[in-house]
């Protein structure tokens, strides 16, 4: 339900728990479908600069004292520029679920069309939902907020790494 796109009515208390111990990070992603759990300053950069693309749900982590939330990002947008991308896999029509049909099962060099974003500072796109997008102003917002637990891969200029 965090990926796919939409306002979420009223969830109640959340709680989750560490499932691998270590250094405690202010933005990580979750196990279950790439939920991005963040403490309260990242929420405070998402709350601030993209508040029109974000739902913040409180939760908490156990063991753990301080608030921590789950950024739902509450648009989808058809944006991927497959011409552009380094690789394309298509889930195969005979070997996947039926609510997976026309949706990429995964994509190396993800590019995307940044006219076609509407302005949006945050959102997941249309047939590859586990792609969580954040515009430059948050990327460098997060970066100076520090300890994240993710990295960025950019997404709009070409990737040398794939170069064919």
Not at 58 to 74: H, L
């Amino acid at each position: 339900m965090f990926a796919d796109g939409r306002m979420l009515p009223a969830l109640g208390p959340m709680q989750a728990e560490v499932a691998h111990r270590g250094t405690r990070r202010s933005f990580v992603l979750s196990g279950i479908e790439q939920a991005p759990i963040v403490s309260e300053a990242v929420a405070h950069v998402f709350r601030t600069l993209a508040s029109d693309d974000v739902q913040l749900l409180p939760m908490t982590i156990a063991g753990e004292s301080e608030p921590y939330f789950v950024v739902n990002a509450t648009k989808v947008i058809d944006a991927i520029d497959e011409a552009r991308c380094s690789e394309v896999h298509h889930y195969d029509k005979d070997s996947h679920p039926p609510e997976f049909a026309g949706e990429y099962n995964w994509i190396y060099g993800l590019r995307i069309d940044p006219a076609k974003t509407e302005g949006a500072q945050v959102f997941r796109l249309k047939k590859f939902k586990v792609a969580f997008i954040v515009s430059e102003d948050i990327k460098d917002a997060l970066e100076r907020v520090g300890n994240l637990g993710v990295s960025f891969d950019p997404v709009t200029q070409p990737d040398e790494r794939y170069a064919h």
